[in-house]
């Protein structure tokens, strides 16, 4: 059975860094595509970025470009979001997801297969 954990959230004043982590366990990866989104309270769940276990190619959100990276850890089958720069708009509960379909990105939730309870980012002074 698919298991995903996230962790590393929490709470960070502006301008500030957190670095979430995903460890995925259950399966085999290596033909997966793994995302993270985030849901703040009241919103629909966002897309934030995602990465190719396959060749380790990565896709981001604009809203998030230059400040996220993802990046993955074959050998710990950990994906990881640096998050660096952060805004109060970045308050959300982050959730990790894996796609079986590692043929393409997607940033459409319903469209992976697995995803994990979520891990709670605050940012706020």
């Known amino acids: 059975q698919v298991q995903l954990v996230e962790s590393g959230g929490g709470l960070v004043q502006p301008g500030g860094s957190l670095r979430l982590s995903c460890a995925a366990s259950?399966?085999?990866?290596?033909?997966?595509?793994m995302g993270w989104f985030r849901q703040a309270p009241g919103k629909e769940h966002e897309f934030v970025a995602a990465?190719?276990?396959?060749?380790?190619?990565?896709y981001s959100a604009d809203s998030v470009k230059g400040r996220f990276t993802i990046s993955g850890d074959n050998a710990k089958n950990t994906v990881y979001l640096q998050m660096n720069s952060l805004k109060p708009e970045d308050t959300a509960v982050y959730y990790c997801?894996?796609?079986?379909?590692?043929?393409?990105?997607?940033?459409?939730?319903?469209?992976?297969?697995?995803w994990g309870q979520g891990t709670q980012v605050t940012v706020s002074s």
């Open positions: 997801a894996a796609r079986r379909d590692g043929s393409y990105y997607s940033t459409r939730l319903f469209e992976y297969d697995y």
């Open positions: 259950g399966r085999t990866f290596r033909s997966y595509v």
């Open positions: 990465i190719s276990w396959s060749d380790g190619s990565t």
